[in-house]
């Protein structure tokens, strides 16, 4: 390994670069190792760890990482865990796919999915999805307008146990005024 005035050293295999000690790094501070390459398309890759807290994987190219081909087909084949801090997916340009053969879980104390434009649940199609549930203690729905709130409000079970025309209004007028008189009826046409 070649050694330079400053304390770096590197040797050269080709395309390939194994380096350390390189002062002249990026904003992650200066390397303590790396490996670089380039391709027959002179596209770059770089392994980096650097002593300013960061290690990178950098390529030109596409990424692809692959686990599990040849391994224990029920158990976890990748992992990626953070002990501390946070861990953050960027796409600067495009859209974020995550997709399963079987089912997608998100666990955390709160899940909270934001849209600018649109959040949609189900397939564009009519029939692409077959069923959503949602299951909680309370379920809020605000809107100024659209489908879900107005379907709320014109379910056939609401509207056969609230209003002035439903059952439950029929019924209770029938017993008050059977059992109040003209009180009774006077109170529940104010109830309902």
Do not use: C, W, Y
């Not at 770096?8 to 390939?16: A, L």
């Not at 596409?62 to 686990?67: C, E, H, R």
Request: charged share 20%; proline share 3%; no cysteine.
């Amino acid at each position: 390994m070649a050694q330079t005035d400053d304390g770096r050293q590197q040797d050269n295999f080709g395309n390939v670069i194994i380096e350390s000690g390189n002062p002249n790094s990026s904003v992650a501070g200066v390397e303590a190792f790396s490996i670089k390459g380039t391709n027959s398309s002179d596209k770059r890759f770089l392994l980096a760890h650097h002593d300013g807290g960061i290690t990178r994987v950098e390529t030109e190219q596409t990424l692809q990482v692959d686990a599990g081909s040849k391994g224990n087909n029920q158990g976890t084949a990748a992992q990626i865990t953070a002990h501390t801090g946070n861990i953050a997916v960027n796409v600067e340009a495009g859209h974020l796919l995550l997709k399963a053969n079987e089912t997608i879980t998100l666990e955390a104390k709160d899940i909270i999915l934001k849209g600018s434009n649109l959040i949609q649940i189900g397939g564009p199609g009519q029939h692409d999805t077959r069923e959503i549930k949602l299951t909680a203690t309370k379920i809020e729905v605000k809107g100024k307008k659209g489908n879900l709130p107005d379907h709320l409000k014109q379910s056939s079970f609401l509207l056969s146990t609230s209003g002035p025309q439903s059952f439950v209004a029929d019924l209770a007028q029938t017993m008050a005024g059977g059992v109040g008189g003209p009180v009774g009826r006077f109170i529940t046409k104010k109830l309902f």
